[in-house]
């Protein structure tokens, strides 16, 4: 059975840590850690801003960010084909490839799905609501880029920036 605890970082001189509950206890002296995708995910409006300005200020920022440390939820690949099929678009079909064959782009997979949960129990429950597709990209992120910044710092433990601006 899997389990989902939020848990408190801390700095330990130039090194970030966190506190381990006992019931997350490891054993031994030393441990491997995994990084899955990019420092920062980029929600719908900022990955489609790549599409339609591809030299411009959202490009610019993922270049200087590095490729490498940016990344794309799968519920904001699966909105950006959406709205290509939608709209019957081929050119907008075409254009989706290119930033999502560069980026990676995150499965949703555990602890997302336990964060998800949470998240559309605790934001209703508190007045602070979002759509269901942010909710899942919000169930993933500790660092998210969106043009959405009023809707996604509803979202406690976020950081948020906004690259169009």
Do not use: Y
């Not at 560069?102 to 129990?121: G, N, Q």
């Not at 992120?141 to 043009?147: D, M, N």
Request: charged share 20%; hydrophobic share 45%.
């Amino acid at each position: 059975m899997s389990h989902t605890r939020e848990v408190r970082l801390f700095r330990n001189g130039r090194n970030q840590a966190v506190w381990i509950p006992v019931e997350f206890e490891l054993p031994g002296e030393t441990a491997l850690i995994h990084k899955e995708g990019g420092g920062m995910m980029l929600d719908t409006s900022i990955a489609s801003d790549l599409i339609h300005n591809p030299a411009g200020r959202v490009a610019a920022r993922v270049r200087d960010c590095g490729v490498s440390n940016t990344c794309v939820s799968i519920g904001a690949a699966a909105e950006m084909w959406f709205r290509a099929q939608r709209q019957q678009s081929e050119f907008l079909r075409q254009r989706a490839d290119a930033p999502l064959d560069e980026l990676s782009v995150i499965p949703f997979a555990p602890p997302a799905d336990a964060a998800d949960a949470v998240l559309r129990t605790t934001l209703p429950a508190s007045g602070r609501i979002i759509g269901s597709h942010d909710m899942l990209i919000a169930a993933h992120a500790l660092a998210l880029v969106t043009a959405n910044t009023a809707g996604f710092r509803r979202v406690h433990g976020r950081s948020v920036e906004n690259w169009r601006d």
